[in-house]
């Protein structure tokens, strides 16, 4: 009797083990914090550390210009209105707030075309290592990741960008050090040859 018993128990249970649905496999996606990619890419910091030098520079040279625009400012309140030399300081004012205007049009300009020019060939590589590391894990989607957290002390912009993220939980899909990895490799190797 024991011996049916057993027998009608693996049957039923083979039976519903045949009737579970079979375990799925996982999903075919990845998450990518590019903020933090960013932050810790330490080729791309180096290029841009001469241009953050370049619009200190940049900013410093604005602060003289806008002393000397306050001197001749001051030497107009000196002077009795409508003498010529009146007259003159005004026609000088006016010709250094337009060169002014002129020179950080022109400079945030060119400082803003070789910031771009650093990023888009940055961040062309990256996408060439994440399509290179998603194809070889067949992977199908990968997500960008912003960096958040619910810290206290910071800005604004930081805290809505932690209360608006898309994702809300991850486990395992993360493949940033991956990613940062085969970037750091790349430069590394590109420096070698």
């Not at 083990?17 to 890419?41: G, M, S």
């Not at 060939?121 to 070889?136: G, H, V, W």
């Not at 912009?157 to 490799?185: M, Q, S």
Request: aromatic share 6%; hydrophobic share 40%.
């Amino acid at each position: 009797m024991n011996l049916k018993l057993s027998i009608c128990v693996f049957l039923i249970s083979s039976a519903v083990v045949a009737w579970l649905p079979a375990a799925e496999p996982a999903l075919p996606v990845a998450l990518v914090n590019v903020d933090r990619i960013l932050k810790q890419h330490k080729p791309l910091n180096e290029k841009l550390t001469p241009l953050k030098a370049q619009a200190k520079e940049f900013e410093g040279a604005v602060q003289v210009r806008q002393a000397e625009l306050e001197t001749v400012g001051n030497q107009i309140r000196q002077v009795q209105p409508g003498s010529p030399d009146h007259q003159r300081l005004q026609i000088q004012l006016v010709k250094m707030q337009n060169d002014l205007q002129r020179f950080i049009a022109t400079n945030r300009s060119e400082l803003q075309n070789k910031e771009a020019t650093v990023y888009l060939a940055f961040f062309r590589q990256l996408d060439a290592e994440i399509s290179k590391y998603a194809k070889a894990h067949s992977l199908k989607l990968v997500i960008r990741q912003h960096e958040t957290s619910f810290e206290e002390g910071q800005s604004l912009p930081d805290v809505a960008k932690a209360l608006n993220r898309a994702i809300l939980y991850e486990d395992g899909l993360d493949i940033t050090d991956p990613i940062l990895e085969a970037l750091d490799g790349n430069s590394k190797s590109a420096r070698v040859e």
